[in-house]
């Protein structure tokens, strides 16, 4: 079966009470709730981690080399400045949909350059929290052409 990790950075694990203007009000429990329950009706796995220390995200990363078929990735702010979590993408060989809930091509300009896009096969940005639904969608289609 897929498998694929949604890893999520720093800040998001506060998503429901951190400026719900911008991330609306959905916790990061809700998403995760609703990646398992899309998941489990087209037939992936799916597991989770979130952490707000750059190392271990790129930790994250390399352990998901052969162990996931792709990683679903909303760096936060280290999408912005973090060379080593890019490396750490691109070193792991695993397919990463980069996914934002704000649309950062519309908000402050240091947020309209992603280290991460460089490495991910694409983006989905804008759409909230159900941007993590659609990458795991464009994750399985990417998976099925390339299988
Ligand atoms: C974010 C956008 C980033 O610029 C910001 O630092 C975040 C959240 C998003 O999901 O919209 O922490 O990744």
Redesign the pocket.
Known sequence: MTSLLVLN????NLLGQRQPE??GTTTLADIEEACRAHARRIGVSVSFHQSNHEGALVDAVHAARGVHDGIIL????Y??TSVALMDAVSSAEVPTVE????N?HA?ERF?HHSFIARVAIGQIIGFGARGYTLAIDAMVDHLGQVA
């Open positions: 950075g720093p800040n998001l911008i991330y909303n760096a936060g702010a999408t912005h996914v934002h809930l704000s950062i908000r947020r």
